[in-house]
Structure formats: C-alpha cells, structure tokens
C-alpha cells in the first residue's frame, strides 16, 4: 500500500509538469511534449530571441538519484559531442530552483508513430526501405561516433519534409561504457530486453529491424476470423526482404554492423528501379 502511495503522489503532485506560460529562467513553456520513465520533456521558447526549444527536466523524485541528473549529464556529453542537422544539438543546461534542465534544438513535425497511428498513412515495401535507408545513415552516423542509440522507435523519428530526424538520446550510450547506472552487465534482464540495451551495434540493427515490421503492418489488415499469426505469415515481403528482417531481429545470420546492412538496402532499391534488370540479364546470357 505504501509504495502505491508513493507511485500516486510521485505520479499526481511531485513529477507535475510545469503548466503552459510558467516562464523558467530564460525560457517560457509552451506545452508538454512528453513524459517519460527518467524525464518531463516541453516544448518552449528562448524568450531572448523567440526561437523554440525542447527542454527536459529532470523528474523531480528522480533528483539525487543515478537516474536523476547522472543521465541528464551523460545525455548532455552525447549531444555535445554530436553535429548532424538530423538529430538534435545540446544549446545550455541549467538549474531553476531545485529542477535541472537540459536545452536542445526543437524539431517540428510529426512522428512516424504520429503518422502512422494518428494519420493512418500507408507504407508500402518500396517506400519502407528507401526510408529505412535515410535512417539507416543518421545510424551510421552515431556508430561512427562510437554511439549506441539504443532507442531507434518510431515515436523517435520525426518526419518533416521528406526528412527522418532522430531524436531522445536519453539512452544512448557510448561504446565502452557500461549498458546501466546500476550494474555493469544486462545478465538480469530477459533476452530481448538484453538485445535491445546493448551497447554495440546490433542493439540498433534489432530495434531497426521492428521499425521496419511497424512501418511495414501499416498496409496489413487483420482478418478477425482468423487466429494471430507470426509476422512472417501475414505480411507479403519479397524474399529479399524477408531475409533481410530476420537478419536485422538475429534469427538467422545477423549483421555485424550497419556498414554491411546497408549496401543490402542499395541492392533492394535498385531491384524496385530496374524491375526487369534480372530478366534482361537471363535474357542476354
């Protein structure tokens, strides 16, 4: 009974937001773009120049504690080590009273999560992985920094312009680091949650792997007369593709890294261009 207590007043009065015009330091909040596990992330406006930011604070029954600033302070060195205009920069951090603030560059534009539950787009093979390609460089991007995402979802990805921005490195993690505040290993955790906090590549390439199935079930319809199957029993893929999925989710051979994944891309890509390029090949020989 006491924890749920503690769960309920953290919840409801403790991690309250900020409300909408609460002008914090130089910074006045706009709305509440999020809350998550470690953090309130709002939408405000850098009252010096106008220009729109996100800020994340700190939960505030988080404070003290290894999942408290210790995180915001690590993703803060991860923003400041990256410049890519796809993913966002670190602009200041700083204390009001007893909260602590990161700043960041703001993206506008929806999510794919927004675009594909709200907006019921519909993606097909083809669009999928030229997509898929776009996010698979800001991907390569962070591995060549030595950084782990280790968050690629589609909530993350805003979608603006025919442009992927990948956003919330609140998980990120660089290699050689350990996965975790409290422990040095993922032995405690099941299987697919290990797979997905890995600071190594293949924690990237798996998460990657279930973007694909989500962007890909946007044109599925379920028959409600028949039993869930397996993704590999409802959606239509190309064989290439297939193989490709399963690689990415490490149920057959997988990658070792992202530079050996997307040629694979290329090579699908030009498939959908030049559709008759194998017949015209069997054709010459």
Request: hydrophobic letters at 35%; a negative charge.
């Amino acid at each position: 009974m006491w924890t749920q207590l503690i769960t309920w007043w953290n919840d409801n009065i403790r991690d309250r937001p900020y409300r909408p015009g609460s002008q914090i330091g130089d910074y006045e909040i706009v709305n509440v773009l999020g809350i998550g596990s470690y953090g309130i992330a709002y939408l405000g406006t850098h009252t010096p120049t106008g220009n729109h930011v996100v800020l994340k604070q700190v939960k505030p029954s988080l404070r003290g504690t290894a999942k408290g600033e210790a995180m915001q302070a690590y993703e803060q060195q991860v923003l400041s080590t990256l410049s890519h205009p796809q993913v966002p920069r670190w602009l200041d951090s700083f204390r009001y009273k007893k909260d602590s603030f990161l700043v960041m560059t703001y993206f506008e534009g929806p999510t794919l999560e927004e675009l594909l539950f709200d907006h019921h787009i519909v993606v097909d093979e083809q669009i999928c992985v030229r997509l898929m390609r776009q996010i698979g460089e800001l991907v390569a991007y962070l591995h060549k920094q030595k950084l782990i995402h280790r968050d690629v979802r589609i909530p993350n990805v805003i979608w603006q312009n025919n442009t992927p921005y990948l956003i919330d490195f609140g998980l990120a993690r660089f290699v050689g680091d350990k996965p975790t505040y409290a422990a040095d290993d993922l032995d405690a955790y099941p299987l697919e949650k290990q797979l997905k906090r890995a600071v190594a590549p293949s924690s990237d390439l798996y998460a990657l792997g279930h973007f694909f199935l989500f962007m890909l079930y946007s044109g599925y319809t379920a028959n409600e007369n028949e039993p869930e199957r397996s993704w590999e029993e409802e959606l239509s893929l190309s064989p290439a593709l297939h193989q490709m999925i399963r690689r990415l989710l490490q149920l057959d051979q997988p990658y070792e890294n992202v530079h050996e994944w997307l040629p694979e891309l290329d090579t699908l890509l030009y498939m959908y261009d030049n559709p008759n390029h194998e017949e015209r090949a069997e054709h010459a020989q």
